[in-house]
């Protein structure tokens, strides 16, 4: 497995300044910030927000925001979920068929995200063929 659980003080930091962009986030309920780090310095922040043209359920995803026009070779990206009460939220790994595969794209390194239990998971991203 490509993953491991982190209890890195950096690392909670990072996953608290990404917490705190999720609380920005604009979706009714489900709110997403990411945090995009380069040699341990923030370059980028972004926090999700309602697709325009209603679509019921669909937001644009935090990552999306972020990774939409460029490549990141070698950074690091940190998600995490926050709900409209400003409680974090479990799980919060990039969605599998739209933000990973821009993760992968984007040549991210890896990501950092809050799994099931609540723990803080570091997860390799493969990389492209
Ligand atoms: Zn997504």
């Known amino acids: 497995m490509?993953?491991?659980?982190?209890?890195?003080?950096n690392v909670q930091r990072w996953v608290a300044l990404a917490f705190r962009e999720s609380l920005k986030g604009r979706h009714k309920s489900q709110r997403v910030g990411a945090v995009l780090l380069k040699g341990g310095n923030v370059i980028e922040k972004a926090f999700n927000i309602s697709r325009p043209y209603g679509e019921a359920n669909c937001s644009l995803h935090a990552e999306e925001?972020?990774?939409?026009?460029?490549?990141?070779?070698?950074?690091?990206?940190?998600?995490v979920r926050s709900n409209k009460q400003g409680k974090l939220v479990t799980m919060s790994?990039?969605?599998?068929?739209?933000?990973?595969?821009?993760?992968?794209?984007?040549?991210?390194?890896?990501?950092?995200?809050?799994?099931?239990?609540?723990?803080?998971?570091i997860e390799k991203v493969k990389l492209l063929n």
């Open 65 to 79: 925001r972020l990774l939409k026009r460029k490549t990141f070779i070698g950074c690091t990206l940190v998600v």
């Open 2 to 9: 490509n993953t491991r659980v982190s209890t890195d003080v």
């Open 93 to 121: 790994r990039p969605c599998e068929h739209k933000c990973y595969e821009l993760v992968v794209r984007a040549k991210i390194r890896k990501i950092i995200y809050i799994n099931w239990e609540g723990e803080i998971v």
